[in-house]
Nanobody, 117 residues
């Protein structure tokens, strides 16, 4: 059974930082492209960043997030991370982890990030 479990969300003040984690089980992790998405109520789920497999290292960020977001992965721990710096209130959302390989796609349950003073 495939599981993606996100953690690291919470309430943070503007200007603060968070590191989100997503740990996968039930998949050959290194073969999956791992991505972070975020979603606010009433809006579509938007891509934040993705990181390809160790066979082809590639990192992509949504244009609006370059510079503040850093995605990384540790294949030995089956974990992908999202470091978010200089948090803004508009970063408030549920952040989801996605694993994708060919036709296979899996999602985590999401972790809430709230940026507020």
């Amino acid at each position: 059974q495939v599981q993606l479990v996100e953690s690291g969300g919470g309430l943070v003040q503007p200007g603060g930082s968070l590191r989100l984690s997503c740990t996968a089980s039930g998949v050959t992790f290194r073969r999956y492209v791992m991505s972070w998405y975020r979603q606010v109520p009433g809006k579509e789920r938007d891509l934040v960043a993705s990181i390809a497999t160790d066979f082809f290292v590639s990192i992509n960020y949504a244009d609006s997030e370059k510079g503040r977001f850093t995605i990384s992965r540790d294949n030995a721990k089956n974990t992908v991370y999202l470091q978010i710096n200089s948090l803004k209130p508009e970063d408030t959302a549920v952040y989801y982890c996605q694993a994708q390989s060919g036709p296979n796609e899996y999602w985590g349950q999401g972790t809430q990030v709230t940026v507020s003073s």
